[in-house]
């Protein structure tokens, strides 16, 4: 329940004070970025890092503050895409389709 970030004084961001850091970050970056998509773009990555890292959909959902687990499954579906692409590009894939199949070991 305790906060997860927090001001030097031990005090919870409120949601306008972290977007306005955030958007602070951006700028000293010299990051382009369209109104209103800055925090929203870090926490994508965040969730999409995190469920590459391991974490479950129920994790994720904790860490987000979900208040659906659909919600959070959204992201899965983005991280699965790639996963299915990796799957497929790789050399052992050949091995298991077998000799005279399409992409498979003659």
Do not use: C, I, K
Not at 37 to 49: E, G, I, N
Not at 69 to 91: F, I, W
């Amino acid at each position: 329940d305790d906060p997860l970030l927090v001001r030097a004084d031990g005090t919870s961001f409120s949601p306008e004070a972290m977007r306005r850091l955030v958007v602070r970050w951006y700028e000293r970056a010299g990051v382009r970025r369209r109104p209103n998509v800055a925090v929203h773009a870090l926490r994508r990555t965040f969730a999409t890092q995190a469920v590459e890292s391991g974490a479950t959909v129920v994790e994720l959902q904790a860490l987000l503050g979900h208040a659906s687990l659909e919600t959070s499954r959204r992201y899965l579906a983005v991280v699965g895409q790639g996963l299915e692409e990796a799957v497929a590009a790789h050399a052992s894939r050949r091995l298991l389709r077998g000799p005279g199949t399409p992409g498979g070991d003659a």
